[in-house]
């Protein structure tokens, strides 16, 4: 059984009786619904209180990337300047094996009709990504996805996407590929 600390001991303490305290006035007819309502909140204290704090995370385990710490960049990808930026988030789509970056499209702005050589699972985190295949460029045919949708690009299939003219928001895209070996 752990030790107790002196603050754990006096925490347990108050927890006992502020527990008896309620108990005695839920007994009572008079109960009011404040009573009702903080008796439950008052129950859980000691143990969100006595809980062991958090401990840092094994970087060999888990790497934790923060929003404040994603290193976006700007890319053309062969389009205009300044229509998106990058963040790679896991390995890189020009290097062979597994990727994840974040791409922000900014409204106003689409790509042309383009391929890759391999499948790109693409999940937008926020704002709606306007998107369409084929070869013909027709952005106004493009179907909204908004946050939370998913697109799969199928390899070697022609389309094109971005943010449409009069959008109030960027869209932000996670992609998840496999680069190929050269």
């Known amino acids: 059984m752990p030790l107790v600390t002196p603050l754990n001991a ?8 502020l527990s008896s305290a309620l108990d ?13 309502i903080l008796a439950p909140l008052l129950e859980a204290l000691p143990a969100a209180l006595l809980a062991d704090p958090a401990h840092a995370v094994d970087p060999t ?17 062969g389009g205009t ?5 990058s963040a790679a988030v896991f390995g890189a789509i020009d290097k062979p094996g ?8 900014h409204p106003g ?3 042309a009709p383009h391929t890759y050589v391999t499948d790109r699972l693409c999940f937008v985190i926020s704002g709606t990504w306007w998107v369409n295949s084929g070869e013909a460029f027709e952005p106004e045919n ?24 009069g959008g109030k928001e960027p869209a932000v ?5 496999q680069a190929r070996s050269s």
Not at 10 to 17: E, F, G
Not at 24 to 36: F, V
């Open 24 to 36: 005695a006035e839920l007994a009572d007819i008079g109960a009011t619904r404040r009573a009702l």
């Open 173 to 177: 895209i996670g992609i998840f590929g």
């Open 10 to 17: 006096k925490l347990q303490d108050l927890a006992r009786t």
């Open 61 to 77: 385990e888990a790497q934790i990337t923060l929003p404040d710490q994603m290193q976006w960049r700007p890319w053309s990808a």
């Open 98 to 105: 597994p990727y994840a970056i974040l791409v922000r499209w």
């Open 81 to 85: 300047a300044g229509a998106m930026e």
């Open 109 to 111: 702005y689409m790509s």
């Open 142 to 165: 493009t179907v909204p996805v908004p946050s939370g949708g998913f697109v799969r690009r199928v390899a070697h299939t022609p389309h094109y996407d971005g943010v449409r003219r």
